[in-house]
């Protein structure tokens, strides 16, 4: 049984977010407490470490920081998680793209370990768009980033992602895009040709060029509301006008003040649309 | 009537339950009156594709307002909060929902013991737990959390369950204020919401 009974003070948490900002530049400090704590916990847990001994691990050991920002983020995703926001992308939100541009830019904000960048490689392919778009996917965790550039997961995950995959109504088997290869699924690289993956912090980043269509689902829940706040004002600018926005389908931005900016496409699956600049 | 022993500090009512809790779910929110003055928060396993269907049924047969909260959705009494399929729920210092899709605990996303534990932290001695029905031992640490806190913890009784996993692994590992029937949690609710004017 996972232990979530220990217990870690949030001063302590405070502490370490405030090193790892001054000494590293990485801002946890507007993450939302409670999952950030239980985060916090696993790392003490699985390092064997107390606060005091993983405040001078990251105060002694500057390479120690890459594996810890792995463990603090949060890294569990699926492909075609939620079969019907991608049913929308296919028949609504792309088609919408098209109607203006025959090439559009996208960004994966947050990409984690890329299986929505892969959905959505795969997503254009079936469309006969994938040399019509060009991908940017986003993370600040190089460890995940890379485990997204090689396009392999276990092969008993495949299991919940195939049943995605056939409730997206695709046009195949999700088998025709992997080979298997010592008890992994290792997709076909030809399908990430126009994906161009960045070590990116969304909350200190700086906005660094306009797309047509931003995905960012399930990330910002792990933030506060200032920061949830921030962050959706930074996609205001990343976005032309009349481009789009998905968050996850649990997620709102109708309290932030730019929220009067976007328009509901869709209320089920959370896509926005920019309509004001 | 004072069975139970209830007073009106209470601020919240957190539900967990998996296989074989659904009924007894329906039959104690078919009852509870729409003016309850307390949130009550379920966190029930369920299948993660199925994302309707549920607050649906439930909103049938219940004069309560029933939602899957939405993340830093604010808690409000008189509501019934269902953890969304595929999340984690869990309440947050400043009395609002956050959600989550970490990695799953005891096999289950949502996990009972996330939305026990961090509604035990924030409400402590002012929470009512119950753990109904299940075939495995999520909600029993959940559970420990609010008997630690000083909150009032409630099983349903082992004979009355269809699988009774769950609820033992809770007295196993706490102590239990009281072990009850479905009808018998539904006579304590009803007790609680006489403690208000």
Known sequence: ??????????????????????????????YAISSFKRRMVRVLELGGMTVETLIKKLTDHPAYVNEFLDEITVNVTELFRDPGFWRLLREEIIPGILLNNKEFRILHAGCSSGEEVLSMAILLKEMGLQNNASIIATDLDTTILEKAKSASYLLKTMDVNEKNYIRFLGKTKLKAYYEEENGKAVFHHDLLKNVSFRKYDLVTGEVFNKFDLILCRNVMIYFNQTLQNEVLKKFHSSLFKYGYLAIGSKESIIWCDYANRFIVVNQEEKVYKKVRD | MSKYNLTSEYKAVVIGGSAGSFQGIIKILSVIPEDFPLPIIAALHRL????????????????????????????????????????????????????????????????????????AYVYRNKLIGILLSGANRDGGLGMKNIKDKGGLTVVQEPSDCMIDTMPKAALSLTSIDYTLTIDQIIDLLKELYQQYP
Do not use: C, W
Not at chain 1, 4 to 26: F, M
Not at chain 2, 94 to 105: H, K, R
């Open chain 1, 1 to 30: 049984m996972s232990n979530t009974i220990q217990d870690i003070d949030i001063a302590d948490i405070r502490k370490i977010t405030g090193l790892v900002y001054s000494k590293y530049g990485y801002d946890f400090r507007d």
């Open chain 2, 48 to 119: 993660k594709h199925v994302r309707h269907g549920f607050v649906e049924v439930v909103s049938l047969k219940s004069a309560l307002k029933i939602v899957e909260p939405e993340d830093k959705e604010s808690i409000r009494k008189g509501m019934v909060y269902l953890a969304p399929a595929n999340y984690h729920l869990a309440v947050e210092l400043g009395n609002y929902f956050s959600l989550s899709t970490e990695d799953m605990v005891n096999n289950s996303r949502p996990a009972i013991d996330i939305t026990l534990s961090t509604a």
